[in-house]
């Protein structure tokens, strides 16, 4: 109040955030006001306020939807079908084929043989472990029961140790079966299920072609992959698989064991040279065998998963374009609707800065929000897919904090002409508006 005539001086009606900040302290003053200004404008109009959000959420939505997609199924594949065992690489004839150019070329590769194997597990100095594996799909049977597509493979006796597999029942292979021929099997718990679903399986028998081997063991459950069990096997020693089920386009796979994460590269830097030395191929020719780790599945994955990332990205970016327009236009009716009250708020001090941050803080708190109600959305997605489908979906931190920066980013930016619009009014012509 003025002292000598008692009217109230004009600061004294003046928000302390619309007078000239004062160190860091005023601006944070400044700052709070001007988010409580933003806020209030958009309670007054929740209903437009939702409508305006709705390109935003479904933009944030989608994104992260299908990043948490990405991310569970990577999280899926590498647990699931890029896990070869611990520090393990494989030697095969065709490694990862994805064109038909390169499926002609790999069948002229010489198959990797017993002899092979056999060379390469005694003169390897760096690996731990070498384990021979050759396979065939076909049908058991026990008794009047029979499985169709069952894994029937040819192992070493170290198999189980290097791949990690866990034994529910009985015992593995040993070094006794694979040097006598023994005709004994370890089965998966899909085929002890099914034979045996009553009884226990260890010393009954199991029928493939016209060959009878016997149950020595049962493996722990190990789930599906892609909709495929991986229970569906049956493992005997690599000598006895060649005896009786050999087809003329056998080719090993050696399962290579490496010391620790440190020497994978050694190790197969190690394979890849004796095997060239072996099979004579000059130093500028191609291997004609694959050495395949769980990064190269991975990587073969991540390839592929990019390009429904990058279909995701291109149908978020049209969503947030469409949402950012929408909210520049609800913007720009705003400064229109509210054009004395900005006029009133210059008269009373505030800056023009201060008119442009109020606006650019509505826009950016309105896209925001939608961003925050898209993140519950998606999270709501993931929750529900999950409980109900059992599909891999894991929502990352990293895609929560992009969508949120990209919502806020979409706000301010579309909301630049709008607030600019707002701080350019001369104050007398909007005084003189309708409010």
Not at 131 to 159: F, K, L
Not at 161 to 187: C, K, M, P, S
Request: glycine share 8%.
């Amino acid at each position: 109040m003025d002292g000598l005539t008692g009217v109230p001086r004009l600061a004294d009606a003046v928000p302390a955030s619309l007078l000239k900040p004062r160190g860091v302290s005023g601006g944070w003053v400044t700052l709070a006001e001007t988010m409580r200004l933003a806020l209030d404008a958009l309670r007054a109009h929740k209903l437009r306020s939702f409508l305006t959000l709705l390109g935003v959420i479904l933009a944030v939505t989608t994104l992260v939807s299908v990043m948490s997609v990405i991310a569970g199924l990577n999280l899926y594949i590498a647990n699931r079908v890029a896990d070869l065992g611990a520090n393990v690489f494989v030697v095969d004839r065709f490694g990862i084929i994805t064109g038909r150019d390169e499926w002609v070329k790999a069948q002229k590769r010489p198959l990797i043989t017993v002899e092979e194997f056999e060379r390469f597990r005694d003169n390897t100095r760096l690996s731990n472990a070498v384990a021979g594996y050759d396979r065939w799909s076909g049908q058991t049977r026990s008794g009047d029961a029979v499985m169709e597509n069952t894994d029937i493979t040819g192992v070493t006796p170290n198999y189980a140790a290097i791949r990690g597999l866990n034994i529910a029942q009985g015992r593995f292979l040993t070094q006794a079966d694979e040097d006598h021929r023994t005709e004994v099997v370890f089965i998966g718990s899909d085929l002890a299920a099914k034979f045996f679903p009553n009884v226990d399986p260890i010393g009954k028998t199991v029928r493939s072609d016209t060959h009878t081997y016997e149950v020595i063991g049962v493996g722990a459950p190990i789930g599906s992959a892609l909709g495929m069990s991986q229970d569906n096997y049956m493992l005997m020693p690599l000598s006895t698989y060649r005896k009786g089920n050999r087809h003329a386009d056998d080719s090993l796979a050696l399962f290579v064991q490496a010391p620790n994460a440190e020497m994978m590269n050694s190790c197969e830097e190690e394979a890849r040279m004796l095997f060239r030395a072996w099979r004579h191929l000059p130093y500028n020719d191609p291997d004609d065998f694959a050495i395949l780790g769980s990064d190269s599945v991975m990587a073969l994955w991540h390839q592929l998963t990019g390009n429904l990332a990058f279909v995701a990205m291109a149908l978020v970016s049209v969503f947030l374009v469409v949402g950012g327009i929408v909210i520049m236009n609800i913007m720009l009716a705003s400064v229109t609707e509210r054009t004395r009250e900005i006029g009133l708020r210059r008269s009373l001090g505030a800056r023009r800065n201060h008119i442009l941050l109020q606006f650019l803080a509505e826009s950016a708190f309105l896209s925001a929000t939608g961003g925050l109600i898209g993140i519950l959305a998606a999270y709501a997605v993931v929750l529900f897919v999950k409980s109900t489908f059992s599909f891999p979906m894991e929502m990352p931190m990293g895609a929560v904090i992009l969508s949120l920066a990209l919502a806020t980013i979409v706000g301010l930016f579309f909301g630049i002409f709008p607030a600019m619009r707002a701080a350019k009014l001369d104050p007398i012509e909007a005084l003189r508006a309708d409010g």
